[in-house]
């Protein structure tokens, strides 16, 4: 069984910086992406980052210039560097991971609180 654990969530004033991490184990014959999608609440989820490989890697427009996502290839773990943070970055936020074997399978994490707030 594939299993996402995110650390790293927690309160954070605007303007300041946070960093979430996520490990991923389990039977992956081979990882292809690693990402990060969150919910803000009463909203829908949106993609926050998400990276294939140093070359491919797309982020949401509101987190541009802000979030950088990182991979450690042989650990499969992504870290998501948070900077100057703004209220409206409050939300849950779901580690992501696709595999490929014979087909494409998905993963989710449990999902980590991130509050930014004075």
């Known amino acids: 069984q594939v299993q996402l654990v995110e650390s790293g969530g927690g309160l954070v004033q605007p303007g300041g910086s946070l960093t979430l991490s996520c490990a991923a184990s389990?039977?992956?014959?081979?990882?292809?992406?690693m990402g990060w999608y969150r919910r803000a609440p009463g909203k829908e989820r949106e993609l926050v980052a998400s990276m294939i490989s140093d070359e491919a890697i797309i982020y949401g427009d509101s987190v541009k210039g802000r979030f950088t996502i990182s991979r450690d290839y042989a650990k499969n773990t992504a870290d998501l560097q948070m900077n100057n943070v703004k209220s409206e970055d409050t939300a849950v936020y779901y580690c992501h991971v696709t595999t490929f074997n014979t087909q494409l399978n998905t993963y989710w994490g449990q999902g980590i609180q991130v509050t930014v707030s004075s």
């Open positions: 389990g039977p992956m014959f081979r990882v292809n992406s």
